[in-house]
């Protein structure tokens, strides 16, 4: 099983800059792929960017410019700074680690999600 724990949340003004991190703990295989994702109301749940062990970074068209995803392998740690906010960018942003097993099975896990709220 996999733990993760979202924070650095809020309310933040249009143009502002949030951080958010996730914290990993528990059976971490040493090739995954960590991502943030975020959930407006009545939208689907959709990928803002995610960072592969193997390297890689994707991000979303609507992200790409201001938001930077990071991770920081020795604490088990994802990051994702948040420039240039827009009220687009309101919703629940989750955290997700995707790994597989050594018999191919897929594995998912998500945090709880962290409220982001931009207001003008």
């Known amino acids: 099983q996999v733990q993760l724990v979202e924070s650095g949340g809020g309310l933040v003004q249009t143009g502002g800059s949030l951080r958010l991190s996730c914290a990993a703990s528990?059976?971490?295989?040493?090739?995954?792929?960590m991502g943030w994702y975020r959930q407006a109301p009545g939208k689907e749940r959709e990928l803002v960017a995610r960072?592969?062990?193997?390297?890689?970074?994707d991000y979303a068209d609507s992200v790409k410019g201001r938001f930077t995803i990071s991770r920081e392998y020795a604490k088990n740690t994802m990051y994702l700074q948040m420039n240039s906010l827009n009220a687009e960018d309101t919703a629940v942003y989750y955290c997700n680690l995707a790994q597989n097993t050594l018999y191919g099975a897929k594995l998912s896990y998500w945090g709880q999600g962290t409220q982001v709220t931009v207001s003008s």
């Open positions: 528990g059976s971490i295989f040493s090739i995954n792929v």
């Open positions: 960072s592969s062990t193997v390297g890689g970074t």
